[in-house]
């Protein structure tokens, strides 16, 4: 089995910054891309920033600048530093990788965390 966790996300003012971390747990051989989507009441799940294996970032529109993507592969992990953030930020933050297992490539979902952006 494999388990994603994130951790980090919470009560920010406008123009603050957040970091956000997945660790992917349990019995595969390797990961592929990573990446976070988010998600707000009554909306769609949107992408917000994936990151290849070889270390490739892309980012939506609305976040370029402000959003930056990392992993380290050692650790099965993968990080999302959010600054300069806005209200429209808030969202629930879910965490995403493509796990080779048992000889298939699979998206893997973490249960998300939520950040809100208030003042």
């Known amino acids: 089995q494999v388990q994603l966790v994130e951790s980090g996300g919470g009560l920010v003012q406008p123009g603050g910054s957040l970091r956000l971390s997945c660790v992917a747990s349990?019995?595969?051989?390797?990961?592929?891309?990573m990446g976070w989507y988010r998600q707000s009441p009554g909306k769609q799940r949107d992408l917000v920033a994936v990151?290849?294996?070889?270390?490739?970032?892309n980012f939506a529109d609305s976040v370029k600048g402000r959003f930056t993507i990392s992993r380290d592969n050692a650790k099965n992990l993968v990080d999302l530093q959010m600054d300069n953030l806005k209200p429209e930020d808030t969202a629930l933050y879910s965490c995403?990788?493509?796990?080779?297992?048992?000889?298939?490539?699979?998206?893997?979902w973490g249960q998300g965390t939520q950040v809100t952006v208030s003042t």
């Open positions: 995403y990788m493509v796990i080779y297992r048992l000889g298939y490539l699979r998206n893997y």
């Open positions: 349990g019995s595969f051989v390797s990961i592929n891309t």
């Open positions: 990151i290849t294996s070889g270390g490739s970032p």
